[in-house]
């Protein structure tokens, strides 16, 4: 083989491998991206039932409520303008506390309770996750000065 | 004192980075040999001067001196002194200072040590170095000063986060950051050599020690951040592709092909474009991580500061490095002279297909930590999880583990496809094995897991095969260290499979005296205990796990309760126990109290998971190190010396 054919047929596997490569990244993309929702957003009804999706909010003053199996929880997500009750069974994690952030993975069920598979806390309570930035500011937990 | 101390040694070796940067410019314009002269020790005083002040930085820390704001931000005159030391690297100035350090040392480093350079490509190189760390001194004393006083001192510090108070956070974050920064030496190989047009094996040869270093550190980084997240965490996983761990993910995979390029190169004086162009990606890559991640653009606990004007700072200054590069690659690669040919079946055709598979990778992963913050300035709100990346990343990577099968059992040049099938039978049969055996006795397993799993068998066959029929007391060090290092991915790519195939999960609320059956154990929960720390108090739960064949062992795990210091709140961290065993490990977490109907709080929510082989994923990751590691000890001719002078001596001894 010549060494232009063998640099030809480099340059096509490459380029099929690229847009080979796009084309899985595409379709996974639009698979498996879940969208951030804030509460007023699930209210409008713009999250769909079992669509996977991230929920942010604060978690309402003394809405959290365990359940008698000692294992799920149920509180209420708010962003101070509406408010998403979510479920979920497991340990919470360690920063996870009434008036303060939260973002939880999973997805609405029929009857508008949100079913959470994860929760994360905000790490640190000097730090605030930036998709919370746009909640007002009595919203927030007292920051560290 | 100290602080002022610290804060004229920046400055000074900020000013020696500007002498490195205009004389070794003017030298290569054309310049006087004195000007050169120069370069060097200037250098060198640069890398000592910077070490210098992150040393007085940590005394600082150690001495807990409040009236310094970033002392009084971050540390605590309570905590221990490991973690006094360690939180001078856990905020955003001390890492950047920690960076820079890196970064002026490797310069030094050069200038002392590589002596097989040409003297203008060194100087080109040198300057390079001294370019990249002038835009960082820059950024740390204009706009993240360490050694900043507070008007008035505070009685006592704020603390540091306590999910950061763990040895975990004592070395992996500088473990990562000499890989990360490390890169920049190749990046200014590239450059230098790009600027004097000396592209060869003599270059690469230069630039491979740094390469393999710089990748040994970011592969135990990772690993040992991987392992901090699955005990420190208390959420079982060991990866969670949080855009943290993608940031440090993805110039390793640029260290990978790059490590694999710059191997053609010194040998074959082939793929030069290419390995100059993967050294300009690698540290580019450690830049945008770092942006990424110091920007606050990401919600993380390594976002230390959301500052929008550091932020624009490390853009800019990331758009001159990056946009420099490849301006310069741009206007030589058309002079960059082809290199020595190969044919596609053979050792250099299966490496381009490495590196072909690995930069997609790279492109696939940077494009799912991207997306949300393209998308979130189009005004969507998206999250990209583990789903897309297993989906993308999976696949390739298997492909890549079968590439590696054949790879290191062709031979350089040309190779001839029977030769390459009649050395694989065994591996074959291996991958057959462990096919068969998981499809007989595993249930179900999902589909990449199998296939995980079954390329790990035969990877971990034909691993071994370059090793064959050689003396193994005669074979090259950096043979070794390749046979070592693809192991260790076999073995990283068993325990993924086999955790994510075979894991065990049981959640439940238990009382004292409750059993609790998960796999071959049964765990019984004793009760809890208060207990305190240096500066926090916890309840300590005791468990006892008994194993199918009888043997028992006692579990610890910890709900820590850290007081909140000068007025910040209280914070709680859980503190998993692990109990290893050959076949995994045990992982227990202690929950909250449950409160029953009658309101006695008796009972604690504890979660288990079983996970098979897990540990077999960190094990592999070291190997990969160590293989790395292996390989640049053959490469840096130091065993070569010993050895010559060890016969040197004893032919002395024997002489007549």
Known sequence: MKAKHQRLILALVALGGVAGAGVLAASALRDEAAYFRTPVEVQGGKAGVGEAMRLGGMVAKGSIVRQADGLTIRFVATDGKAAVPVEYKGIVPDLFGEESGMVADGRMRADGVFVADRILAKHDERYMPPQMGEMPKNMKAPAAT | ?656
Not at chain 2, 100 to 129: H, N, P, Y
């Open chain 2, 1 to 656: 004192m100290i602080a002022e101390l610290g804060l004229a040694l920046l400055w000074m070796a900020a000013a020696l980075a500007c002498l490195s940067l205009v004389a070794g410019t003017l030298f290569l314009r054309g310049g006087s040999k004195d000007l050169a002269a120069l370069v060097r020790p200037a250098s060198v005083a640069q890398g000592v001067l910077t070490t210098a002040a992150f040393g007085l930085l940590i005394a600082l820390f150690a001495r807990s001196d409040m009236s310094v704001e970033l002392v009084a931000r971050n540390s605590n005159s309570l905590k221990p002194m490991i973690f006094k030391i360690a939180g001078t690297w856990g905020n955003h100035e001390g890492s950047m200072l920690l960076w820079l350090m890196i970064l002026s040392l490797s310069g030094g480093l050069i200038a002392i040590f590589e002596k097989r350079l040409r003297e203008d490509t060194l100087i080109a190189t040198l300057a390079a170095q001294a370019a990249l760390s002038l835009g960082f001194f820059a950024f740390l004393l204009f706009s993240s000063n360490p050694f900043k006083r507070l008007p008035v001192a505070p009685p006592d510090g704020q603390g540091l986060n306590p999910l950061l108070q763990d040895i975990g956070l004592a070395f992996h974050p500088p473990t990562l950051y000499v890989g990360y920064v490390g890169l920049s030496v190749a990046f200014s190989f590239a450059v230098g050599a790009l600027i004097t047009r000396e592209i060869g094996p003599a270059f690469a040869r230069a630039m491979r020690p740094w390469v393999l270093g710089s990748w040994i550190f970011l592969t135990l980084g990772i690993t040992a951040g991987s392992y901090w997240a699955y005990y420190e965490l208390g959420w079982g996983g060991w990866w969670f592709w949080d855009p943290v761990e993608n940031v440090s993910l993805v110039p390793w995979l640029a260290g990978a092909a790059l490590l694999h390029s710059v191997a053609v190169t010194a040998t074959r004086n082939a793929l030069r474009a290419w390995t100059v162009m993967l050294a300009v990606i690698g540290f580019s890559m450690s830049m945008v991580g770092t942006f990424i991640v110091r920007s606050g653009l990401l919600t993380s606990v390594h976002s230390f500061a959301v500052d929008p004007e550091r932020g624009t700072f490390l853009l800019v200054l990331m758009a001159i490095y990056i946009g420099g590069a490849l301006t310069l690659f741009a206007l030589r690669a058309g002079s960059v002279a082809e290199g020595k040919k190969f044919a596609l079946l053979s050792r250099e055709g299966s490496l381009v297909i490495n590196n072909l598979l690995l930069t997609t990778i790279l492109a696939l992963v940077l494009l799912g930590t991207l997306y949300p913050i393209v998308a979130e300035a189009m005004g969507e709100k998206i999250s990209v999880g583990p789903p897309y990346y297993n989906k993308v990343a999976g696949p390739l990577a298997l492909i890549l583990c079968l590439v590696m099968v054949a790879g290191p059992l062709l031979s350089w040049r040309k190779d001839d496809g029977k030769r390459l099938w009649s050395r694989l039978p065994l591996a074959i049969f291996a991958g057959a094995a462990v096919l068969f055996a998981l499809i007989l006795f595993g249930g179900k397993v999902g589909v990449l897991p199998l296939l995980g799993m079954t390329v790990a068998g035969i990877v971990a066959v034909a691993s071994l095969a370059p090793l064959w029929g050689r003396n193994l007391r005669r074979t090259p060090l950096p043979t070794w260290g390749m046979v070592v290092a693809h192991f260790g991915v076999a073995v990283c790519l068993a325990g993924m499979g086999a955790e994510s195939a075979f894991i065990k999960e049981r959640l439940v609320a238990a009382a004292p005296g409750d059993d609790i059956r998960i796999g071959d154990f049964s765990v019984k929960f004793v009760g809890v205990k208060p207990v305190a720390g240096p500066n926090y108090t916890a309840i300590e739960g005791a468990l006892v796990a008994t194993t199918s064949s009888g043997s028992r062992f006692t579990m610890k795990p910890e709900a820590r309760t850290f007081p909140g210091l000068m007025g910040t709140a209280p914070t709680e961290t859980n503190e998993a126990a692990l109990l290893t065993r050959p076949g995994g490990q045990l992982y227990a977490v202690l929950g909250q109290p449950v409160t029953s109907d009658d309101g006695r709080a008796d009972r604690y929510q504890i979660r288990l998971w079983w996970k098979p082989l897990v540990w077999w994923i960190w094990l592999g990751g070291a190997l990969i190190a160590i293989g790395a590691a292996l390989s640049m000890l053959g490469r840096a001719q130091l065993l070569a010396i010993w050895r010559a002078r060890r016969a040197g001596k004893l032919q002395e001894r024997f002489a007549p």
